[in-house]
């Protein structure tokens, strides 16, 4: 089955949560909120775009005086990991986003848990990178 709509994506994602008994925070038409070992998610499909889905984690870190070496750690994150985005959202907070284009329902369910075994690995990674902060 492909994915011709934005509700068909929404709904998939929503349906691996369930099925992995991941608590839902909030949804909305194109969000969906949810709380994965204690740490918060957005799944974010966009209406121009029914294949395409970030899953994204907000407010990791906040920059303070340390704001050239978050820098450097976003950078050295982004150079280590493919389909992951470390990112400064208005010059205070790190976020991370996954992005994947999906066109098929074929082992979507894998594709999910692969996100979030990578989702693990960054995470680890920038536990590791700052303690040199």
Do not use: G
């Not at 709380?35 to 121009?48: E, Q, R, S, T």
């Amino acid at each position: 089955m492909y994915f011709c709509s934005k509700k068909v994506m929404l709904n998939t994602f929503k349906n691996y949560l369930l099925i992995n008994n991941i608590t839902i925070q909030n949804e909305d038409e194109t969000t969906i909120s949810f709380k994965k070992d204690d740490l918060y998610y957005l799944f974010v499909i966009y209406k121009d775009d029914p294949f395409y889905f970030r899953i994204m984690l907000p407010n990791l870190l906040q920059v303070t005086d340390n704001k050239d070496k978050i820098i450097q750690l976003v950078n050295d994150i982004n150079l280590k990991f493919k389909v992951a985005k470390v990112f400064i959202v208005d010059d205070k907070n790190v976020w991370i986003s996954v992005e994947q284009f999906a066109y098929t329902m074929d082992k979507i369910d894998d594709l999910f848990n692969r996100i979030f075994i990578l989702y693990a690995s960054i995470l680890e990674e920038i536990k590791v990178k700052i303690k040199d902060l």
